[in-house]
């Protein structure tokens, strides 16, 4: 079946980086974009950015540009999301999610969720 | 940079219908898409393109738009509805996605 399973857990410490994978698998990984979501305990769903897998394009939200990179190994089908400089306030779940070009761009597919918590 | 807005809490009995509000500047240039996420669980897309219901989604959950608000109704609503929704849209050029800060339903 279609999905996207992600990378574990993960406790880094402030000014480190973290790289969080997610690997699809049930249909073509280069036709689908792949966008990256984050949600703080408690908190909201915040959109951090797309990548393109075929092309390797990628598009970052505002808050992120700078800190964020996403990348893609099409041989294993998998995308990346680093974030670099963390702090604490980057501790949350964060989520891959295709985008369905069929159902005008939504979010039809997502990953289970990585735990990223940053503490000294 | 652009927001939606949508109400923290709704509260309704069962069989009751539900509507929750999403309002934004760009809503008339850019479709709607609402989230229903259950504590522990990653979101699950109940409708796409304003009013569209993605296969397997229950005919009790519907959208609509009128100018800068979009509205999710949920009809008849079940204890199994009870969660959080999200709306998620894109700023006018259609560059940047944003999510509404979420909508507690509860079922009273």
């Known amino acids: 079946q279609v999905q996207l399973v992600q990378s574990g857990a993960e406790v880094k410490k402030p000014g480190a980086s973290v790289k969080v994978s997610c690997k699809a698998s049930?249909?073509?990984?280069?036709?689908?974009?792949i966008n990256w979501v984050r949600q703080a305990t408690g908190q909201g769903l915040e959109w951090m950015g797309w990548m393109n897998p075929n092309s390797g394009n990628t598009g970052y939200a505002q808050k992120f540009q700078g800190r964020v990179t996403m990348t893609r190994n099409t041989s294993i089908s998998t995308a990346y999301m680093e974030l670099s400089s963390l702090r604490s306030e980057d501790t949350a779940v964060y989520y891959c999610?295709?985008?369905?070009?069929?159902?005008?761009?939504?979010?039809?597919?997502w990953g289970q969720g990585t735990m990223v918590t940053v503490s000294s | 940079s652009y927001e939606l807005t949508q109400p923290p809490s709704v509260s309704v009995s069962p069989g009751q219908t539900a509507r929750i509000t999403c309002s934004g500047d760009a809503l008339p240039k850019q479709y709607a898409y609402w989230y229903q996420q259950k504590p522990g669980q990653a979101p699950v897309l109940v409708i796409y393109?304003?009013?569209e219901r993605p296969s397997g989604i229950p005919e009790r959950f519907s959208g609509s738009s009128s100018g800068t608000t979009v509205t999710l109704t949920i009809s008849g609503v079940q204890a199994e509805d009870e969660a959080d929704y999200y709306c998620q849209s894109a700023d006018s050029s259609g560059t940047y996605k944003v999510f509404g800060g979420g909508t507690k339903l509860t079922v009273l």
């Open positions: 393109k304003d009013s």
């Open positions: 049930g249909y073509t990984f280069t036709s689908y974009d």
């Open positions: 999610a295709r985008v369905a070009r069929h159902l005008l761009d939504a979010f039809d597919i």
